[in-house]
């Protein structure tokens, strides 16, 4: 709870500072990366480890936002990498971190003795395996699926038609307008590329 608000303040605290207005949808954003970053640490950190993790994931998922749409060039319009990717791989590390060996709770898993101290209580140890624990995951997920996007592409294909990417993949994709209120015509959108490839500005006679 404290990691998803403080997540929630960090991410509308950034962006009230960089645009000058808060950003309702980038405080989601921030709830949900206080929520993920915590949820690797939670057995092991005190209340104020919580709210500094929840508090680094709002700013993180910010930066990681602008870094994924503006440098990497991907769409990601929910930001799910930065939520979900960069504040798990935060979460992660900060076991190693914040971690203070006051907690039982995650004694004895996965093969440790005891509680789980990181470097800000003395013992980089844990870090040091969260880090290689990070890596190894990401080399291992990025090679795997980098090699099974390529053969899926090689036989179905990854993209739909441009006609469809005018559209919209709501209706050509689902059968039903995810946001109505946000189209003008909302009855043509998707139409066309369900009929048959007709434009949707044919369909709507602009």
Same mark, same amino acid.
């Given at each position: /709870?404290?990691?998803?608000?403080?997540?929630?303040?960090?991410? %509308?605290?950034? /962006?009230?500072?960089?645009?000058?207005?808060?950003?309702?949808?980038?405080?989601?954003n921030g709830?949900? *990366?206080g929520l993920?970053?915590?949820? *690797?640490?939670?057995?092991?950190?005190?209340?104020?480890?919580? *709210? !500094?993790?929840? %508090? !680094?994931?709002?700013?993180?998922?910010?930066?990681?936002?602008?870094?994924?749409?503006?440098?990497?060039?991907?769409?990601?319009?929910?930001?799910? !990498? =930065?939520?979900?990717g960069t504040?798990?791989?935060?979460?992660?590390?900060?076991?190693?971190?914040?971690?203070?060996?006051?907690?039982? @709770?995650?004694?004895?898993?996965?093969?440790?003795?005891? =509680?789980?101290?990181? %470097?800000? @209580?003395?013992?980089?140890?844990?870090?040091?395996?969260?880090? !290689?624990?990070?890596?190894?995951?990401?080399?291992?997920?990025?090679?795997?699926?980098?090699?099974?996007?390529?053969? @899926?592409?090689?036989?179905?294909? /990854?993209?739909?038609?441009?006609?469809?990417?005018?559209?919209?993949?709501?209706?050509?994709?689902?059968?039903?307008?995810? @946001?109505?209120?946000?189209?003008?015509?909302?009855?043509?959108?998707?139409?066309?590329?369900?009929?048959?490839?007709?434009?949707?500005?044919?369909?709507?006679?602009?």
């Amino acid at each position: /709870m404290l990691a998803g608000c403080t997540g929630t303040f960090g991410a %509308l605290l950034y /962006m009230w500072v960089l645009k000058g207005k808060p950003d309702a949808s980038m405080s989601g954003n921030g709830l949900l *990366a206080g929520l993920v970053a915590i949820t *690797a640490p939670s057995g092991f950190v005190n209340p104020i480890g919580s *709210a !500094i993790i929840g %508090l !680094i994931a709002g700013v993180l998922v910010c930066l990681s936002c602008a870094f994924v749409e503006n440098v990497l060039k991907v769409d990601d319009p929910v930001g799910a !990498i =930065s939520v979900h990717g960069t504040n798990g791989l935060w979460g992660v590390l900060s076991v190693g971190l914040f971690a203070d060996g006051t907690s039982n @709770y995650g004694g004895s898993w996965n093969g440790v003795t005891g =509680s789980v101290t990181g %470097l800000f @209580y003395g013992a980089p140890k844990q870090f040091f395996a969260e880090v !290689i624990g990070t890596v190894t995951c990401f080399v291992w997920v990025f090679a795997t699926f980098y090699i099974f996007f390529k053969i @899926y592409k090689a036989i179905w294909g /990854m993209r739909v038609s441009p006609e469809v990417e005018l559209a919209g993949l709501d209706m050509p994709e689902m059968g039903v307008l995810g @946001y109505p209120d946000f189209v003008l015509s909302p009855s043509s959108i998707g139409a066309g590329a369900v009929a048959g490839g007709t434009h949707p500005a044919e369909v709507s006679g602009d």
